[in-house]
């Protein structure tokens, strides 16, 4: 099956454990349609760049999924018509990376960053 990443961002003033339900929810659509939740992560309240729909910030969460396309699809259809998600971002991968995302990574664990002097 096809390999995915989504990035969803939920309204600011839902609390930690509703965003964090709101991740469960979207796991057993996906899991309901046949594609199951490989990895999933909750980055937290984050400040975006702009404002969406008067909110400043938002609450975002991370999934990893293998699942075939009508899955997604529906997965995709439900987050945009749910009242607390404000964006979502697919991607279609080849592979999934090992360990946490970057955005959980401490800066001390990523090697890909020069000495600056």
């Known amino acids: ?3 995915y990443e989504h990035v969803f961002i939920a309204r600011q003033d839902l609390s930690n454990a509703q ?3 709101l991740v469960e929810h979207f796991s057993t659509v996906l899991a309901d349609n ?3 939740v490989v990895d999933s992560e909750y980055w937290g309240v984050k400040t975006m760049s702009y404002k969406i729909n008067k909110n400043r910030k ?3 969460a991370y999934l990893r999924t293998d699942a075939p396309a009508p899955a997604v699809q529906e997965m995709e259809r439900l987050m945009r018509l749910h ?3 404000m964006r979502v971002l697919t991607i279609k991968v080849d ?3 090992e360990g946490p995302s970057v955005q959980m990574q401490k800066r001390e664990e990523r090697d890909h960053r020069r000495d600056r002097r």
């Open 19 to 21: 965003a964090e339900g």
């Open 95 to 97: 592979a999934h990376e």
């Open 1 to 3: 099956m096809p390999l």
């Open 83 to 85: 009242e607390d998600v």
């Open 58 to 60: 938002g609450h975002y």
């Open 34 to 36: 046949g594609g199951k």
